[in-house]
């Protein structure tokens, strides 16, 4: 079946500083991944989605300069938390698939601390 | 706009007993899919089952089987011999077939706990 590899699973960083995370689909070619935000105990929010080729479209509310999505390749996708602060402490998750079928295969998550 | 309703925020089962999980969805849409997603404590989300709105037939997976009421827009979820393994966060979704966004809208999630 459809895999996607997240990295890393856990990253403490210092206030101030960027983070990155790699989502990459192992044996299909994702034509659009999409980035969510989690907090404990509630459901996943979408920050962006992001297709091949292209900019990312950011819902509502997400700061474009503050989470950076880069989608160069159709098997990888980056989410870039620039000068970060506690409160972007959070789970990311993401998630690839093929429009062809809406089968999303989801990322294991990026636990982010920032101290 | 899409919206999913999970008015169960938590919801217990004895072991190997049978527990319904509720959802309820709005949308003008004619065409859509509908999925129940798994979080185990890992927080990885498994699939776990998948309904296409054309079929009448409800879908199945093992001990997994849906309840898919087109007319009253609902969806729920029965789990069948529940095992110590299905305690999770399962959270229903909706997606719009042939729409320009391929989003995925999720419902806020109910924590089952499966007791020994």
């Known amino acids: 079946g459809a895999v996607v590899s997240q990295h890393p699973s856990r990253v403490i960083c210092k206030s101030g500083t960027s983070v990155k995370i790699e989502c990459r689909s192992l044996d299909f070619q994702a034509t659009t991944m999409f980035w969510y935000r989690q907090f404990p105990k509630q459901s996943l929010m979408l920050m962006a989605t992001?297709?091949?080729?292209?900019?990312?479209?950011?819902e509502q509310g997400v700061e474009k300069d503050k989470f950076l999505i880069n989608h160069a390749s159709l098997t990888l996708s980056t989410l870039t938390v620039t000068s970060a602060h506690p409160e972007d402490s959070s789970f990311y998750i993401c998630?690839?698939?093929?429009?062809?079928?809406?089968?999303?295969?989801f990322g294991s998550g990026t636990r982010l601390t920032v101290v | 706009a899409q919206t999913v309703t999970q008015s169960q925020p938590e919801m217990s089962v004895q072991e190997a007993e049978t527990v319904t999980l509720s959802c309820t969805y709005d949308t003008s849409e004619n065409n859509y899919y509908l999925f129940w997603y798994k979080q185990p404590p890992s927080r990885q989300m498994i699939l776990v089952i998948r309904?296409?709105?054309?079929?009448?037939q409800n879908a199945t997976e093992n001990r997994f089987s849906v309840n898919f009421q087109k007319a009253a827009k609902s969806f729920s979820l029965k789990i069948s011999d529940s095992q110590l393994g299905d305690t999770a966060m399962y959270f229903c979704a909706f997606i719009h077939s042939g729409g320009s966004n391929y989003k995925l809208t999720f419902g806020k999630g109910t924590l089952l706990t499966v007791n020994p």
């Open positions: 309904q296409e709105a054309y079929k009448q």
């Open positions: 998630s690839a698939g093929a429009r062809s079928n809406y089968g999303y295969t």
């Open positions: 992001s297709n091949e080729g292209s900019k990312a479209t950011y």
